[in-house]
Structure formats: C-alpha cells, structure tokens
C-alpha cells in the first residue's frame, strides 16, 4: 500500500472466526509437517549407521583375510586332546616330529607359488578398501571416519542401546515378542557382530528358539548356532558373566539328545562356566537357580550314569541334594519369588531328605506364583502330582 492506502475496515465476527479455523488449520499442517520431518531424520540417522556398520564389518573381515594370507603355511593337527577348543584341558602329550617335517616340507614346495597369488590379491584388496571408504563418504552425507570418527561412534552406539533395550523388552515378552527378537537380532548381526552384549543377546535368543520349537532338529540347530556364537565371544571376553552363562545353557541344550558320555562331558563344561559365571557376578539369583539344577540331576544320576562317569573320568561329578537345596533358596534369598520352577525345586529337596512339613509349605509358596514359562508350566504338572501323593 503506498502512503494514499486506505486502512481496511476491521473483520466482522463471524470473518474472525473463519480466519482463525484457517490459522488453526496451517498450524496443524505445520506440525505434522515438522513430525514428519522429525522421523524422516531419525530414519536416515539409524539408516546411516547400519550402513556404516556393514562397512566397518567388511573392512575388518578384509583384513583378517589378509592377515591370514601372510601365514598361510602354519598348520594344525586336529588331533582332539590338543584342540583349542574350551572343551578339551588334557595336553596332547609327545608329537611325532616326522609328521611336523613333511608338513614343513610341503609347506615349502607351496611358498612360491602362494606368496604370488597374495601379491596380486593384496593390490585388488587396496582397491576394494578404496572404493568402500568413496560410497561411504558418499552415501547419506556421512562424515569421513578419517575427520570425526567420534560421531560414527556415537551413533552406532546409540542404535546399539535402542536394539539391546528392544531385544530385552521381546525377550521378557510372549512367544510372539521372542520370535521377533531373534528375528530382530539377525537382522542386524551384520552391523553389531562384534560387540559383547550384541553376542550374548543373540545366544540367549537361540535358546528361546530352542525352547519355542518341537522339531528336534531343529532344536539342535538353534543349540549349535548359538554356541558357536559365543565360542567366539568367549576368546574375547573371558571376563563377561552373560557369555559365560548362556554358553553353559546351550551346552546343555546340545547334549539333550546325545549319548550318555557326551551328555556327562556337556555336564563337566556347564558346571565350569556356570561357576566362573558366578564368580563374575555372585548376586545374580538366576546362575544359583542353573547351579542348582545342575546338583540336583547329578545327585539323582541313575546307575547307568554313574557306571559310566566311573568308567569315562577319574574324577567324576559330584553333588548332593542338600547341595541343590542351598543354592535354590539362596535364589530365595537374592530374589524372593524369582520363579515358581525354583519353589518346586525346593519342594522336591526337602521331600527327598525326608521333610515333609516344609516340603508342603513350598509347595503351597510355588502355588502362589504365576507360571510364565514352558519350565514353569512343566513346574505345575510336577507340583500336582506332588500334591496328590
């Protein structure tokens, strides 16, 4: 309006109203607009984090396969006394140096002609390396690892915790939830493979898939895959209670279908990392709770068992029910009500020591607790044949 501009007359009423339902309107626009935005954003963050993740993975793996490639010779006898492998603590005893130089001597017929082969695979990794670093600064706008690792770091630790905290909440949850946390945890194996609590997580979602299924194979896939899991983790991180514990579950699980003297050698190995699991973290009611398990089934081994454990092992296990009932009611004691399997258990001690007034009075305690498991459902059809004898 220039300076002769008539101002405008003010809005009637019903003009006012019909101005601010317009304003309104805009407004609202604009806030889902601003929403909208807001996860789109949230959605390119965690998108750039898998893909960094994907790529910090493949650089890895590239290298070790390169460190590999510069001792290729070195070779190991398979023989199982002298295996790697946590299972086996028995040296192997004297080696037959013959069978070292033949090795040793085909070992050298092959330098040549492996050493040139690396040569050329060596350039071409350099040039794969290459390649990945230009998408990865490419892809999303992404900071070059080189200028500010901090904020890659920050942002796969950030959808590291958001998975974690998922991947609990399904555990705890139906058989639903848990099926969709081990699918969840798969599904990011690519980008968290490497890290602790990732692993862990993902062998105790192999032990709710081996707890959901029926098909005995397949049971014993889901056991294997994730101890394999943590056979790795292990070499890793010695140090953590969680790998410890859960390698000795699926230990167990494995056996379940095996013979006797594997069953009893499965035994041997859930007992040492279920103990060094409770030297790591001695206020945890569930380890006591396995510990307990574990007492109460070698105390009750039958005389097949223990025939073969004294012909198979010098020193063979041992354990008793007083044993299993003092680490069931230290479960007790850490965690009151911690699982209506565990008041069975304890039940079924003091009835075989010959208490029957306090074996009625758990079996009443265990009555009073909710069954939210398989375990504790197998809990309750024990408990009723309890009560009817």
């Known amino acids: 309006a220039g300076d002769g501009a008539v101002p405008s007359p003010l809005l009637r009423q019903d003009e006012q109203l019909e101005l601010l339902e317009r304003l309104d309107f805009v407004l609202k626009n604009v806030m889902e607009l601003r929403k909208e935005v807001e996860e789109l954003r949230n959605s390119l963050q965690h998108l750039a984090v898998e893909i960094v993740g994907e790529v910090r993975n493949h650089l890895e793996e590239t290298q070790r396969v390169a460190r590999r490639r510069k001792v290729p010779f070195f070779r190991d006898r398979s023989d199982s006394t002298g295996s790697s492998s946590i299972y086996f603590t028995a040296s192997s005893g004297n080696i037959n140096t013959d069978d070292g130089e033949s090795e040793g001597g085909y070992t050298t017929a092959n330098a040549e002609s492996d050493y040139d082969r690396e040569s050329e695979r060596e350039s071409e990794d350099e040039v794969s390396c290459d390649t990945v670093r230009t998408v990865r600064r490419d892809s999303l706008d992404l900071v070059p690892e080189d200028e500010n690792p901090l904020v890659v770091d920050s942002l796969l630790e950030e959808g590291l915790g958001q998975l974690l905290e998922q991947a609990d909440r399904l555990h705890s949850g139906d058989e639903q939830d848990r099926r969709e946390g081990f699918q969840l945890l798969l599904n990011n194996k690519l980008a968290y493979a490497g890290q602790r609590e990732f692993l862990w997580r993902l062998?105790?979602?192999?032990?709710?898939?081996?707890?959901?299924t029926e098909d005995a194979d397949e049971r014993r896939s889901y056991a294997t895959g994730g101890k394999e899991e943590l056979e790795l983790a292990l070499q890793k991180w010695d140090q953590s209670a969680e790998c410890h514990q859960w390698f000795a579950i699926l230990c167990g699980q494995v056996s379940e279908q095996e013979s006797i003297p594997k069953r009893i050698q499965a035994g041997y190995v859930f007992k040492e990392h279920i103990d060094k699991a409770i030297a790591l973290k001695p206020q945890d009611p569930q380890l006591y709770y396995l510990l307990g398990r574990w007492c109460y089934q070698v105390a009750h081994l039958g005389w097949l068992e223990k025939r073969t454990v004294s012909a198979l092992?010098?020193?063979?296990?041992?354990?008793?029910?007083?044993?299993?009932?003092?680490?069931?009611?230290?479960?007790?004691?850490?965690?009151?009500?911690?699982?209506?399997?565990?008041?069975?258990?304890?039940?079924?001690?003091y009835r075989d020591l010959g208490n029957a007034s306090a074996a009625v009075l758990w079996m009443d305690l265990a009555s009073e607790l909710p069954g939210s498991t398989k375990e504790d459902a197998e809990s309750e059809k024990e408990l009723q044949e309890m009560r009817s004898v």
């Open 313 to 349: 092992f010098e020193a063979p296990p041992t354990a008793t029910v007083e044993d299993a009932l003092q680490n069931f009611l230290r479960v007790e004691e850490l965690s009151p009500g911690f699982s209506k399997a565990g008041r069975v258990y304890i039940a079924k001690c």
């Open 203 to 212: 062998a105790r979602a192999h032990c709710d898939m081996w707890e959901l």
